[in-house]
């Protein structure tokens, strides 16, 4: 006999048990001559010890699941238990890139976004520009929770340059994550829709995801991440540059802008616009270009778009 203690890493253990622990009673069943008995976010096994491995090699395809689709319903377990279907695999090229809080598939839904997907997967810096409300952040947040998901990254570092027009950081109330919180809300939202809360405030605090201002890139190697600049048509070209070159060997990096809405002082050129004309021709960097046909906002903001160009 052995007594092993097995972690369910995920943030609601509850959810992944089932109602009235309808999930695990049918992994009971599947296994009768273990003693299984749940503890919080960890199961304690006591039996056979070639028993404990195959359960632990089911449970493994079970955890995946449900953290990748956020669900895991009895007709699920039942299947997984008996080997007739396995773990959902988000698609590499396809529709669905990550599954969010509520079991919601987060997908590329246009063209433009479809190929800012494959370009991720053949470049490891990819530039995506285009207006407001072609979903840029969304998707390079998306790809970037899953490359977390599937292991293939240890950290995702999201950054914004704190700009705004007509507004200094320093006359702001509060301390200084209070000044820079507001800049850095539309990669929480998205963030928000990917990854239960609690699950996320974990990752936050374990610095497994971190949401920081541009400025607080200098100096660093940036290596084993998945690193996201937003609004990057709002940084200078030394930004930009000090950004680029933190890159480390085993990191993919995501620059998204707005060419169209610079919030920089008239006399400051973007250093966006800028790396758009010199990082041309470079191998491994990809240039996409998101339009109006890609707005996934209200139908109105195509024709706001088109009014303004």
Do not use: C
Request: net charge neutral; no cysteine.
């Amino acid at each position: 006999m052995k007594e092993v203690f097995i972690p369910i890493e995920l943030a609601n253990a509850v959810d992944f048990y089932g109602i009235n622990d309808s999930n695990l009673e049918l992994i009971r069943n599947k296994f009768p001559g273990l003693k299984i008995v749940p503890r919080g976010n960890e199961l304690k096994i006591i039996g056979d010890e070639i028993q404990i491995e195959l359960l632990y090699e089911k449970l493994n395809l079970l955890i995946n699941h449900f953290d990748r689709t956020g669900h895991l319903t009895n007709e699920e377990v039942k299947k997984m238990l008996n080997g007739s279907v396995t773990a959902a695999e988000p698609s590499v090229h396809g529709e669905v890139i990550v599954y969010g809080t509520h079991g919601n598939a987060v997908k590329a839904r246009t063209h433009n976004q479809k190929r800012m997907v494959e370009s991720v997967v053949k470049n490891d810096i990819v530039f995506a520009i285009g207006p407001a409300g072609t979903g840029k952040t969304y998707t390079a947040v998306a790809l970037a929770v899953r490359a977390l998901k599937n292991k293939e990254i240890k950290r995702i570092i999201l950054t914004r340059p704190a700009v705004e027009a007509g507004e200094n950081l320093g006359f702001l109330p509060g301390d200084l994550k209070e000044k820079i919180d507001p800049y850095l809300r539309p990669l929480y939202d998205a963030l928000y829709d990917m990854i239960p809360g609690e699950k996320l405030r974990s990752l936050i605090e374990n610095n497994v995801i971190e949401v920081a201002p541009l400025a607080f890139m200098r100096g660093r190697t940036l290596d084993n991440a998945f690193v996201i600049l937003d609004e990057a048509q709002n940084a200078t070209s030394l930004q930009l540059k000090m950004f680029l070159t933190r890159m480390g060997p085993s990191a993919k990096f995501i620059l998204t802008g707005d060419i169209t809405q610079i919030d920089l002082p008239s006399r400051q050129p973007s250093g966006l616009t800028h790396a758009l004309s010199v990082l041309k021709g470079i191998d491994g960097i990809g240039f996409i270009w998101l339009d109006e046909s890609d707005v996934v906002r209200h139908k109105i903001v195509k024709d706001i778009i088109k009014a303004y160009q």
